[in-house]
């Protein structure tokens, strides 16, 4: 199986493991992996492989099937940090996650009998609960040595932390059909939803209603990222309605390989950004 993407720095070293990171991404479609250099302090490796798969068995098989058959995703990272793309995201004060979050979950979402719960804390007293289908995570646990398991919404959540505008922000994440807003006021995450789309009005009308039932004006700010297209029509619609509508960028707090640069930052950020979760 060929990769769709992959970019590797001429400093990657085969010997060198211990002192790299690994975030994986992964959905019925699609398996995505990347390495940061913890002492460079830089992103060397990017792959993307598009895959489609009726259920999480066979996405497990095809994941399988790509690490026989390369040398860079191996036992041996310092630490690697996976997401599952799903829409079965959702915020959770802290107090009743830790304690009761599948009871939590379940009333917002049907819990398959195969899935597991992710509870991944934030600031302010909030946690993002996510599922994740078993055979998946044991799958992972058992490849790698150090694992830990995050929603697809956290390195968004936790660019909050880092770089966070005081005025109202919506940010928006598109991965295939499935768009995740969050919404923010300085630290605070107010609102993080989930919505299925079947095209480019489905984004405008799921974003506008958002801003209204908050309350937030065209001052506004929106940062899009995942597969967006920077000449789609969304973008320059929602420039219609709020002043301050941007692409997002890679942090100035890390660096990237060269190699990165032939495609736009915001398609594999989240990806990226993942790594530097903890």
Do not use: W
């Not at 009005?201 to 920077?230: C, H, M, P, Q, W």
């Amino acid at each position: 199986m060929q990769p769709s993407l992959f970019f590797v720095d001429e400093t990657f070293d085969i010997n060198n493991y211990n002192n790299y990171k690994l975030s994986i991404q992964c959905s019925l479609d699609g398996f995505s992996f990347s390495v940061f250099d913890t002492l460079l302090n830089k992103f060397i490796v990017l792959a993307d492989y598009y895959l489609i798969c009726a259920s999480p068995f066979q996405l497990k098989n095809e994941i399988a099937e790509v690490l026989n058959n390369q040398k860079i995703v191996v036992p041996g990272y310092k630490h690697v940090n996976i997401s599952y793309v799903t829409y079965k995201n959702m915020i959770s004060p802290d107090a009743l996650a830790e304690n009761t979050e599948e009871a939590i979950f379940t009333f917002t979402f049907e819990k398959d009998r195969n899935e597991e719960i992710i509870n991944n804390p934030l600031l302010n007293g909030k946690s993002l609960l996510c599922a994740i289908p078993t055979l998946l995570k044991d799958f992972f646990s058992s490849y790698f040595d150090s694992v830990s398991y995050y929603s697809p919404c956290f390195p968004l959540a936790d660019r909050i932390n880092t770089k966070a505008p005081m005025h109202p922000t919506l940010q928006l994440q598109i991965h295939n059909h499935m768009l995740f807003i969050l919404a923010t006021t300085g630290h605070e995450l107010k609102v993080m939803n989930t919505y299925y789309t079947k095209n480019e009005d489905d984004v405008l009308y799921f974003t506008l209603r958002l801003a209204k039932s908050l309350g937030f004006d065209n001052n506004t700010e929106i940062i899009l990222s995942g597969s967006f297209d920077k000449s789609s029509v969304t973008g320059k619609e929602l420039k219609r309605y709020f002043k301050t509508v941007s692409f997002a960028r890679f942090s100035p707090r890390y660096s990237v390989s060269y190699t990165f640069l032939k495609k736009p930052e915001h398609i594999y950020l989240s990806l990226i950004e993942l790594a530097l979760c903890e």
